[in-house]
């Protein structure tokens, strides 16, 4: 693959992955959330996809095909399948912050992801290099997500989005993770999806609700 060729791809996946995780804080409709999500795992997956075709690697490639099965089909069904539970148009109703406070606060983890990238840009020039403050981003965002909603789903979405955000760090920095690895780390984030997906559905079973602030004021 030429060098200009390569560029170009890990500047689309990773914009594309960018871009994603600022959708997924702006919304608040869980069914576009979910959709979001599908989008960035299949942005996660081009990425892989690409270093795995630049360095000639078939483990790599296998990878790609991984994350796409999972992080683009597998736990976006289950998101779906765990929505259309909770019925038709719901939201995200009780954000800690409003709209307009979040994307100020995305902004400037954004400028922070860049400022605590700067050591490592010093390394070198190269397209993976420059990318790795949407990593980071993605990370912050994750969190962002976590610290904020206060719906069962969307904090599983922070979770997930954090968990992508590290993936891209890794296969930015170090050209990926073994097979095996990457394999065993993905079952566990699919464990902890399903797990999650259950208690959420007790939940909404037992007290009508997944709003975890209205559960907080339960008392004996």
């Known amino acids: 693959m030429a060098s200009e060729t390569f560029a170009q791809l890990v500047g689309l996946s990773t914009g594309v992955l960018l871009l994603s995780g600022v959708l997924l ?4 409709s869980l069914h576009a959330q979910v959709a979001l999500l599908a989008t960035q795992g299949v942005a996660l997956a081009v990425l892989v996809l690409v270093l795995g075709l630049h360095e000639s690697d078939a483990e790599l490639l296998a990878v790609a095909a991984l994350v796409l099965v999972l992080k683009a089909v597998v736990l976006p ?9 909770l019925g038709v148009g719901v939201r995200e ?32 020039d190269g397209p993976t290099t420059t990318a790795v403050p949407v990593g980071i981003a993605l990370v912050l965002y994750g969190m962002l997500l976590l610290a904020t909603r206060r719906h069962a789903v969307s904090q599983l ?60 004021e339960l008392r004996d």
């Open 25 to 28: 804080v702006w919304r608040r």
């Open 77 to 85: 069904l289950i998101l779906v399948r765990t929505v259309a539970r």
């Open 93 to 124: 109703e009780t954000p800690v912050i409003n709209t307009t406070a979040s994307l100020i606060a995305l902004s400037m983890l954004t400028m922070l992801a860049y400022l605590v990238s700067r050591p490592l840009l010093t390394l070198g």
């Open 157 to 216: 979405l922070g979770f997930l989005v954090l968990d992508n955000g590290i993936a891209t760090v890794a296969f930015l920095i170090a050209g990926g993770v073994p097979l095996v690895v990457e394999l065993g780390v993905s079952l566990d984030v699919l464990l902890v999806v399903l797990i999650l997906q259950v208690l959420t559905s007790r939940i909404r079973t037992e007290f009508g609700e997944a709003d975890l602030d209205d559960l907080s």
